[in-house]
Nanobody, 121 residues
Framework: QVQLVESGGGLVQAGGSLSLSCAASGSTFPITAMGWYRQAPGNQRESVAAISRGGITNYADSVKDRFTISMDNAKNMVYLQMNSLKPEDTAVYYC???????????????WGQGTLVTVSS
């Protein structure tokens, strides 16, 4: 069982920036990719961004050119730099471990507790 701990959420005004971090520990297998998901009230959890150890990235269309995902392979940490935030980015953000296949990220069913991001208008 992988333990995932997210941090960095908070309240920010529209147009502002936030940086999220997530540390993975306790994995009994090599972590080859990590990702960020989010879930807004009343909505399903959706993929935001993902990255492989080799640097392959996926982004949701809604966050392209605003969010940047990065990974520290040595520390099994993943980061999400969020710029030009919009009220519709308000959600609980979760990190995740997974893998890439066919250029697409597939999440394993292991999740952190999430961190709340609130963007005010």
């Amino acid at each position: 069982q992988v333990q995932l701990v997210e941090s960095g959420g908070g309240l920010v005004q529209a147009g502002g920036s936030l940086s999220l971090s997530c540390a993975a520990s306790g994995s009994t297998f090599p972590i080859t990719a990590m990702g960020w998901y989010r879930q807004a009230p009343g909505n399903q959890r959706e993929s935001v961004a993902a990255i492989s150890r080799g640097g392959i990235t996926n982004y949701a269309d809604s966050v392209k050119d605003r969010f940047t995902i990065s990974m520290d392979n040595a520390k099994n940490m993943v980061y999400l730099q969020m710029n030009s935030l919009k009220p519709e980015d308000t959600a609980v953000y979760y990190c995740n471990v997974g893998y890439f296949t066919g250029g697409k990220y597939r999440a394993l069913n292991q999740w952190g507790q999430g961190t709340l991001v609130t963007v005010s208008s």
